[in-house]
């Protein structure tokens, strides 16, 4: 048991209790206080996530409310306590629901922990073994994420699963190989950036940048691979198109053929714009801003500021569409001060891309401009 929770996590919890008590049974804060036997100031300080709720409450507090096994597992398990599970199958799914959501709130410890205490009793699981591997991933651990990835499929052919598809299986594996070469792709341009200044140029750097370039195309064709064989079982599923195209689009900007690969990006763009699956606005925005960039690259300039305004009319807020038609100005080289002007707009929308424009050598003309590169400096850093 866990004797300190952060105030993150504590707010977090404050939050679920909240939810729970408005949503499931609409009691007020006096009600619920009578029944957990706790002063109603307390119940006010939990739920606003200043005080910790011990383990006797979150039971009272499940019972009171009727809840669910999945819900009281969640919050002894946000709030630091010890749970033990069963072999059942309701129990795996408990398991598999829990971790999904503390991946989506950002618990890393957390879900290898609960992994790993289901795997004692769940020795045989494609979904345990596969959570396992994706949380590797996500702490950029390639080895052992392949390694559990490799486990889940072949005994996925073994026995099955009634919660994960061999092309979800396919489609994790391609993504270890899709962020291994973005991480070795960071660590390219930063050694692009670090040899453009004046006296920082070596032979051996220049080696390291070619020998780097050449696994990064390694991983990405490696990733082509399991993406195509997951899009060969699954043709309409949203998540792999999209995760093709994106493929294909670091293949153009890193391979010597980049116009077939810039190409295969915009198909698989566009066919993710085509299905009938709601894949959300945001994903259609960025799909479009993608599409805009790709004709940039290919030549055909007009075409792509004719739709980033498009896009630009359409939704004025979309941070992403600024920063692409900065780029597209800076491909056509005839405008760095609409240039500038845009990647600082892009800046002003979502603060976020400003990591993104650190390490962007599509960025250069700009941060190596004698005119703009202190300005460049100024808002980038």
Known sequence: MSSKIKTNTLKLIGEEI??????????????????LGVSRSLLNKIENGLRKIDEKNIKTFCNVLNLELYDYY???????????????DI????????????????????????ILSALQIFDKSVELFSLLADLHLQKRDYVNAESYLLMAIDLYKEIGSDYISLSSLYHNYGNIYFEKAL?????????ILKISVPN???????????????????????????????????????YIIEQLAKLYFNLGANYKKKYSYYKKSEFFYHRLLEIENDIGTQNKMEAGVFIALI???????????????????????????????????????DNLEKAFYYLEKSFTKNSYLRELA???????????NEQYKNKFEEIVF
């Open 18 to 35: 909240r939810g729970y008590r408005i949503n499931c049974s609409n009691i007020s804060q006096t009600e619920l206080s009578k029944s």
């Open 358 to 368: 650190k390490y962007d050598i599509d960025l250069n003309k700009l941060r190596f």
């Open 200 to 238: 920082n140029k070596s032979k051996e750097s220049d080696l390291k940048i070619e020998m780097l370039g050449k696994i990064i195309i390694n991983n990405l064709k490696k990733a082509e691979d399991f993406f195509l064989k997951a899009h060969k079982i699954e043709r309409s599923n949203p």
């Open 295 to 333: 004709k940039a690259k290919t030549g055909k300039i007009d075409e792509s500021l004719q739709l980033i305004n498009l896009l630009l009319n359409f939704n004025k807020d979309f941070a992403l569409s600024y920063y692409c038609k900065a780029l597209i100005y800076l491909i056509k080289q």
């Open 74 to 88: 969640k919050l002894m398990i946000l709030s630091g306590f010890d749970v033990s599970f069963e072999k059942t």
């Open 183 to 191: 991480t070795l792709n960071e660590e390219r341009n930063f050694l």
């Open 91 to 114: 129990e795996k799914e408990n398991i598999i629901k829990i971790l999904r959501f503390l991946k989506i709130k950002g618990f890393i410890n957390e879900r290898e922990k609960i």
